[in-house]
């Protein structure tokens, strides 16, 4: 007997995945050999096990989902906007970093890949379990037919 979740349904996460593989194959190198990120050959990660293990994962790229939390809009010392919030689930929450325009808004479910760093340095302040984000997407965005 199967049990409905009332999270993102395991087919949607299976076509999200199956989406971004095809679509970031070969759009990351390193040198001259193209290669697909580990986070998209890996799939989505928990933010449990994020939190369980942040030294399994600490500089490597994840990909991770949960909804928009505590937007912030800031500007860089170059004059670049930036952004931060923070990525909540109902198991944990991480805190999400780009520069750029964030394209989604407060309690919006996203799918974020980038990289994990389970503590890094600022000044006398060390943030801990953050992503450094490469991309930020909302789930309807990707196709508004699957989310429900």
Sequence with gaps: MMTRQSSIPRVFVAFIVGFLLLMSA??????????TTPAAAAGIIEIAELLAHPEQYD????????????VQL?????????????????????????LGQLEVHEGDQ???????SRLRQVGRTIV??????LSVKPLTRLNPDFVG
């Design 74 to 98: 800031a500007t860089n010392r170059l004059g670049q906007p930036a952004y931060g919030f923070l990525l909540q689930d109902q198991a944990g929450t991480l805190k999400v970093v780009s």
């Design 59 to 70: 500089h490597q790229d994840v990909m991770v989902t949960g909804k928009v939390m505590n």
């Design 110 to 116: 996203v799918i974020v890949e980038g990289v994990f």
């Design 128 to 133: 801990y379990n953050e992503i450094k984000a």
């Design 26 to 35: 070969g759009s990351f190198s390193t040198g001259s050999i193209s290669t």
